[in-house]
Nanobody, 120 residues
Framework: QVQLVESGGGLVQAGGSLRLSCAVS????????MGWFRQAPGKEREFVAQ????????NYAAFVKGRFTISRDNAKNTGNLQMNSLKPEDTAVYYC?????????????WGQGTQVTVSS
């Protein structure tokens, strides 16, 4: 059974930074694509960023491009999301997810989420 556990969320002022981490266990992490999603109160979950198996290709939602950076360390079974220049509208619960097919379209495994709150 694949398990994902996020950490690193918290309260930060606008313009600040946070680094989210996702620890993955119970699988061969390097065989999975990995993504980050978020859900704000009253809104649907939305895609934030994803990275391929090797970590060589990353894709971002337009609203975070240039501010957020996704990365992974396959040796440590860990994924990260570095978030800079945070805005109040980035406030949401952030989830990491793993795609066993590696294509970034089949996120079958999800973490429990970590709250990010950006104050103005």
């Amino acid at each position: 059974q694949v398990q994902l556990v996020e950490s690193g969320g918290g309260l930060v002022q606008a313009g600040g930074s946070l680094r989210l981490s996702c620890a993955v266990s119970g699988s061969t992490f390097s065989s999975y694509a990995m993504g980050w999603f978020r859900q704000a109160p009253g809104k649907e979950r939305e895609f934030v960023a994803q990275i391929n198996r090797s970590g060589g290709v990353a894709n971002y939602a337009a609203f975070v491009k240039g501010r957020f950076t996704i990365s992974r360390d396959n040796a440590k079974n860990t994924g990260n999301l570095q978030m800079n220049s945070l805005k109040p509208e980035d406030t949401a619960v952030y989830y990491c997810a793993a795609d066993p097919l590696g294509g970034g379209r089949n996120y079958d495994y999800w973490g429990q989420g970590t709250q990010v709150t950006v104050s103005s």
